[in-house]
């Protein structure tokens, strides 16, 4: 059965925790080629776009979910936005916990919004919200 509104609202369990490491932010920080000194050192805080590496580790239990019938070959990533509440640290052991925002069906497409909580001591530190494009499969041979 394909993903369609009625999934919207629908949530999943939050995943293990990943720690942050100032090794971690200063190799995703050299990736970027960004210099900024705030991302190394032993108090580092991480690029805004590091949250996106925990955000996508929760994303495996919307495409293992076989009531919606998702295929990641199928889908492309459209569109990205994040809210902090506060930077993401050396030492952070964050949880992301992903849930199904809105779901627009348009023929053979669907258009996905996910949102991930990120949080660190049970509290909110990056909400990662990412649009996704899906083809469902080709049912004409």
Not at 14 to 35: H, N
Not at 54 to 59: E, G, H, K, T
Not at 123 to 131: F, N, V
Request: glycine content about 6%; some cysteine; hydrophobic content about 40%.
């Amino acid at each position: 059965m394909p993903i369609t509104t009625e999934h919207a609202g629908r949530s999943y369990p939050a995943t293990p925790a990943y720690r942050v490491s100032s090794a971690k932010i200063e190799e995703f920080a050299a990736a970027l080629g960004d210099t900024n000194p705030a991302y190394s050192g032993a108090d580092a805080m991480a690029p805004p776009t590091f949250a996106a590496v925990i955000a996508a580790q929760a994303w495996g239990a919307l495409f293992d979910d076989p009531d919606l019938g998702l295929a990641l070959h199928r889908t492309m990533h459209t569109d990205q936005t994040f809210t902090f509440s506060r930077p993401l640290r050396d030492g952070d052991d964050v949880v992301a916990r992903l849930s199904i925002e809105r779901v627009r069906n348009r023929g053979d497409l669907d258009m996905v919004t996910v949102v991930v909580d990120l949080a660190v001591d049970g509290s909110t530190a990056c909400i990662a919200r990412s649009t996704l494009m899906h083809t469902q499969e080709n049912s004409h041979g």
